[in-house]
């Protein structure tokens, strides 16, 4: 009996990976381009980022002269990131809107993205912001494919444009896809190009340290092998007389 029961437990934790895939939403994630050497495409997130996302999220554990580690200077980052006069460099990313407000205004509080990237994966961060679609029926006159139910408007509807679900049904299966109804001001290729940069900016923010720390292992590793040659001259030295 208790053996039975060992077994029940053990196919439970078996079978935990694909309950967790399927309970999120079941949408095809495509794969994000990331590239975090890529410092151009750093900062075009990183403007995207604190010029549209910023009026309702906050990044709470992200300063913004942390940006000077993917090659911003202080000139740049407030000229670019159009920061109000009395942002200080040293401060942390602070969203425009109360999030008492927000929540009144969305029904959730639009949570911080810090480490959104973290516990979102890259890929679900780069499908969800193309996934959008115009759902008149809903109160943000907004849904999308990643998350469905979402509270959040579709913030970059001006540089995407509108989307609307298809939904298909071809011999007992249903395909649901999205097409573009009202064209944005950017084509589909640099609206998906400009999502790359984003996400790759929102892991940059999540792990900022991960650009410094390859250098840091290497600097380790070399001081290492100059001890050992050190030390190893050292116990010669020091054994010369007793041999
Ligand atoms: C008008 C306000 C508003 C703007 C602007 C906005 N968001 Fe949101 N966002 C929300 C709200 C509200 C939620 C919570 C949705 C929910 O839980 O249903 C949300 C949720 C999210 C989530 C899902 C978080 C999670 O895991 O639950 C992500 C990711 C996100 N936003 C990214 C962005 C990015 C990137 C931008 C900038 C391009 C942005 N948002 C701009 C209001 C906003």
Redesign the pocket.
């Known amino acids: 009996m208790k053996a039975i029961n060992k077994l029940r437990i053990l196919v439970l934790f078996w079978m935990l990976p694909a309950i967790a895939i399927a309970s999120e939403g079941g949408v095809h994630l495509d794969k994000a381009p990331i590239n975090l050497k890529d410092t151009a495409a750093l900062q075009r997130g990183a403007k ?2 604190t010029t ?6 906050s990044a709470s554990y992200m300063r913004y002269n942390r940006l000077r580690d993917i090659g911003m200077g202080e000139a740049q980052i407030k000229k670019e990131l159009e920061l109000p006069e009395d942002v200080k460099l040293g401060s942390t990313m602070q969203a425009a ?1 109360d999030a008492s407000a ?2 009144l ?7 911080d ?1 810090s480490v ?1 990237a973290r ?2 994966s890259a890929d ?2 780069y499908t ?2 193309r996934t959008f679609y115009a759902a008149p029926d809903r109160a943000s006159g907004w849904d999308n494919l990643a ?1 469905p ?5 579709h ?2 509807a001006d540089l995407q444009g509108e989307l609307k679900l298809q939904v298909e049904t071809h011999e007992g299966h249903t395909t649901r896809k999205l097409v573009l109804d009202k064209p944005g001001s950017l084509q589909p290729a640099e609206y998906d190009a400009a999502i790359a940069d ?1 996400t790759n900016y ?1 892991v940059f923010m999540s792990d900022p340290s991960k650009l410094v720390r390859p250098g840091l292992g290497y600097l380790v590793l070399g001081f290492l092998a100059v001890l050992l040659v050190l030390a190893y001259a050292l116990k010669k030295e020091i054994w010369k007389d007793v041999h």
């Open positions: 995207l980022f549209r996302c910023l009026a309702c999220h809107m927000a929540k205004a969305f029904g959730v509080a639009p949570p993205l959104i516990s979102r679900w961060l969800y912001m998350f139910s979402v509270g959040m408007p913030a970059l984003l929102l």
